[in-house]
């Protein structure tokens, strides 16, 4: 064989292997993200759970979401009325509204008529807002890519977005609470700040994975905070 032969062979089979490793390490490089993004998920999905246990299992940012999406399509009403099988509430047999001073009163009762949760939701320039006792939800409905929550309560908010994760804001024995895809850790601060941003490669494959952005029931920037009692529909 002449060595122009072995070249014209050679050559084209190291470009065809360096192809291949370099799509072998960018396959491995998105699947950590992924893998990243799926710890992060649950991660703040526990935090989620354990920092506001007066809201599970029923009021999940994203299932408000999709209930006042739903709710605001329909358009709301001044009479008292039923809502079978309620979006959101996957759980539950009808939702059952009747009218308040302000808004609507909201129970949702399962197939045998046993009540699940009630709030009081009213309509708002972002979409609606969800009252459960001392706390409020604000849903936003005008990205429908991007879902966005805001909890705020007069000990402990959050803000919630499908894309860039949770922020958590809540006295934990006078430490806070910092999250991200390397772990958890804690610092002396009192107000405890928990704060989950997964890669795009992540939310691309997860639904639900939450989100940064600014404004707040009683919180500023999405990254500084505001004055408590304030409100922002800024974004």
């Known amino acids: 064989m002449?060595?122009?032969?072995i070249i014209s062979i050679v050559i084209?089979?190291?470009?065809?292997?360096?192809?291949?490793?370099?799509?072998?390490t960018a396959w491995k490089q998105a699947r950590r993200v992924r893998e990243m993004?799926?710890?992060?998920?649950?991660?703040?999905?526990?935090?989620?759970?354990?920092?506001?246990?007066d809201l599970q299992p029923h009021l999940h940012p994203e299932k408000l979401h999709e209930f006042v999406k739903a709710w605001r399509s329909r358009?709301?009403?001044?009479?008292?009325?039923?809502?079978?099988?309620p979006?959101?509430?996957?759980?539950?047999?009808?939702?059952?509204?009747?009218?308040?001073?302000?808004?609507?009163?909201v129970r949702i009762l399962d197939a045998a008529g046993a009540l699940l949760t009630q709030f009081l939701?009213?309509?708002?320039?972002?979409?609606?807002?969800?009252?459960?006792?001392?706390?409020?939800?604000?849903?936003?409905?005008?990205?429908?890519?991007?879902?966005?929550?805001?909890?705020?309560?007069p000990k402990r908010e959050f803000?919630?977005?499908?894309?860039?994760?949770w922020k958590?804001?809540?006295?934990?024995?006078?430490?806070?609470?910092?999250?991200?895809?390397?772990?958890?850790?804690?610092?002396s601060d009192r107000s405890s700040t928990s704060t989950a941003a997964t890669t795009a490669a992540a939310a691309a494959g997860v639904a639900g994975l939450g989100g940064a952005f600014d404004g707040g029931g009683a919180a500023g920037s999405w990254e500084e905070g505001g004055a408590k009692g304030s409100e922002s529909t800024s974004y």
């Open 12 to 24: 084209p089979v190291a470009i065809i292997g360096g192809f291949s490793f370099v799509a072998y």
């Open 121 to 153: 939701l009213e309509t708002h320039a972002e979409g609606g807002a969800v009252r459960v006792g001392p706390g409020k939800f604000t849903v936003n409905i005008q990205d429908a890519q991007d879902p966005r929550v805001r909890y705020w309560h």
């Open 87 to 105: 979006p959101g509430f996957p759980g539950a047999a009808k939702a059952a509204f009747s009218p308040a001073p302000k808004g609507e009163q």
């Open 75 to 85: 358009g709301p009403s001044a009479a008292t009325h039923e809502w079978n099988n």
């Open 2 to 5: 002449e060595v122009d032969d």
């Open 168 to 187: 958590f804001v809540t006295p934990v024995a006078d430490q806070s609470i910092d999250s991200d895809d390397r772990g958890t850790s804690f610092s």
């Open 159 to 165: 803000k919630w977005s499908r894309r860039k994760g």
């Open 37 to 53: 993004g799926l710890e992060s998920v649950k991660r703040n999905e526990a935090l989620f759970q354990s920092l506001f246990p």
